[in-house]
């Protein structure tokens, strides 16, 4: 017993009192592909009088309706969209980026714009750092961000650290709240 409790305690001292409080006061929702989402105590009886399913990342629900000409057709809608209660013409941010965890401390209510300001790094990038390319013909690392669609030049430095700490500054004059800085150990 004694042992058991000592590791509940441990466990425990890894979270804050914010952290613990917070997790006791979400609930899950079952979604399709053995996925779930998490929410607020105070929006789960409301989101449950649907179905909802996993898809492209996201909680959705269809909504079927009836054309004039009686033909039936249908339309999804995002779980992030109904909590947070996006009007038209604005977008929901996830600002921890997971896309399922859907409380109302995670969302915020953005332009297009504003939500692309903190998206993930290229995938495909030698480097490990959003905005941070490896520049052949110069053999430096090359950090760059992107303003309304358009790449924007910050600098070429000698190590990858270097020019992710830059393209984090840029970040953070450019997108304020919005930026998704780069983890640098």
Not at 73 to 97: A, C, F, W, Y
Request: hydrophobic share 35%; net charge positive.
């Amino acid at each position: 017993m004694h042992r058991l409790v000592t590791r509940l305690t441990l466990s425990l001292l890894h979270f804050s009192y914010a952290e613990i409080k917070a997790r006791n006061l979400m609930k899950k929702i079952q979604l399709t592909q053995e996925k779930y989402a998490l929410v607020d105590d105070e929006d789960y009886d409301f989101l449950m009088q649907w179905k909802w399913f996993y898809a492209n990342g996201y909680a959705v629900r269809a909504v079927n309706y009836y054309k004039p000409c009686g033909k039936k057709s249908g339309k999804q809608t995002l779980m992030h969209r109904v909590i947070n209660k996006t009007p038209e013409g604005m977008l929901t941010d996830h600002i921890n980026g997971d896309k399922l965890k859907n409380t109302k401390q995670n969302l915020r209510t953005c332009t297009s714009s504003e939500n692309s300001m903190n998206k993930l790094g290229n995938k495909n990038s030698f480097s490990e750092y959003k905005g941070i390319c490896w520049h052949r013909r110069d053999k430096r690392w090359q950090a760059q961000i992107q303003i309304n669609g358009k790449a924007k030049h910050i600098g070429c430095f000698a190590s990858e650290i270097e020019a992710a700490k830059a393209y984090n500054n840029k970040a953070l004059e450019l997108f304020g709240e919005f930026s998704l800085l780069n983890n640098i150990t």
